[in-house]
């Protein structure tokens, strides 16, 4: 039931994500035929030209932004297509990022994905693999202070494996704590067993994670 | 006035009739569809030279009527809009015989771009 609850989020999401693509392609081509009207006039026949341009390049530019959101959030919905499938740990922790982001701005944290210089790639439940990614990112945001950045790094050594570290930023707010010690380590590890992936501390200067395949 | 005759074909009223107007103060000619069917009949009227097709519609797919324009217009160039880049029907439509395929919101400068690359196509595939 819940793989079902998952598919029907992310094809609701995915139809949306559509939807909202012909809206801002609608308000993109609106802007651009005003633009394209300002450029034929004289300079000296439109009153206030510069703050007009000036409105409408901002405009342009939350369009931009629209975009890249809605790619993004289409591509997190489409996770849930698939209870198995073959996922690149490079996309992975982009698409993380992405999730987190929203969090980590409230947080004061850089998220910084670090991929790998070739994919790296797994099978796995694509869905399952971004909620384990999401929680060990929630984890490291609620030991660290603000000012602080979270690395995910992607490396391929002896198995495929995700470390997501914390630098503490310049003024934390009180004596950072090991992650593992939160109450919801132990459900975490237990769902990404789930997933045929250890979740493990990763040793470093700041507090870290690390999810291995097993 | 260039001599490119373009139709565009999409169900989103707003977004390709506001395009058809900066095509047309670029100098093309252009006309508008917005179903499948409709861009069709446009077509056995007076045929174009290219025809920008968006692929989700209501109604006949923008595959479908892909298959069709190139089943009894050959000559005619397809250039494909989808909202995804890593959209499948894009795949398809590409194997389909399409020219090329852009992602919405566009670039008005890289349709115009591809509209004339699409144009040399046609010409070669007439003369």
């Known amino acids: 039931m819940e793989a079902e ?41 439109l009153p206030h030209r510069d703050k007009f341009v000036r409105s409408l390049a901002r ?11 809605s790619t993004r959030l289409n591509a997190f919905a489409h996770s849930s297509d698939e209870a198995r499938a073959r996922v690149d740990l490079n996309r992975a922790v982009e698409q993380s990022a992405f999730a987190c982001h ?20 797994i099978d796995v439940d694509p869905m399952g693999l971004q909620m384990v990614l999401f929680q060990c990112v ?39 704590k090991s992650p593992a010690r939160d109450g919801r380590w132990e459900t975490l590890q237990t769902a990404a067993q789930g997933l045929n992936l250890v979740l493990e501390e990763a040793e470093g200067p700041g507090p870290g994670l690390r999810v291995v395949l097993s | 006035m260039r001599d490119w005759k373009v139709l565009l074909v999409d169900d989103e009223e707003e977004f390709v009739s506001t395009l058809a107007e900066r095509l047309a103060l670029r100098g093309v000619e252009v006309r508008v569809a917005n179903n499948g069917k409709e861009a069709l009949q446009k077509i056995e009227d007076d045929p174009p030279r290219v025809v920008v097709l968006d692929l989700m519609m209501p109604g006949l797919s923008g595959l479908e009527v892909l298959a069709r ?5 050959p000559a005619i160039e397809v250039i494909l809009l989808t909202g995804m880049a890593r959209s499948n029907e ?38």
């Open chain 1, 5 to 45: 609850k998952a598919a029907f989020m992310g094809k609701v999401t995915a139809a949306a994500t559509h939807e909202m693509k012909n809206v801002l392609a609608i308000i993109k081509e609106s802007v651009g035929l005003m633009e394209d009207i300002i450029a034929m006039t004289k300079d000296d026949s």
């Open chain 1, 59 to 69: 405009i342009m530019e939350q369009v931009a932004r629209g975009v890249d959101l």
């Open chain 1, 138 to 176: 929630d984890l490291l945001m609620n030991v660290l202070g603000s000012g602080s950045t979270v690395t995910l790094e992607v490396s391929k050594e002896a198995s495929p494996r995700i470390t997501i570290a914390g630098t503490e930023g310049t003024s934390p707010s009180e004596g950072v």
């Open chain 2, 69 to 73: 324009i190139k089943r009894d217009y």
């Open chain 2, 90 to 127: 894009a795949g398809e439509g590409m194997r389909q015989g399409a020219f090329a395929y852009l992602m919405k919101p566009l670039s008005i400068e890289k349709l115009m771009e591809k509209i004339g690359e699409a144009m040399k196509q046609h010409t070669g595939k007439v003369d």
């Open chain 1, 102 to 121: 929203r969090a980590a701005r409230l947080h004061k944290i850089t998220l910084k994905p670090v991929p790998c210089s070739e994919p790296v790639e």
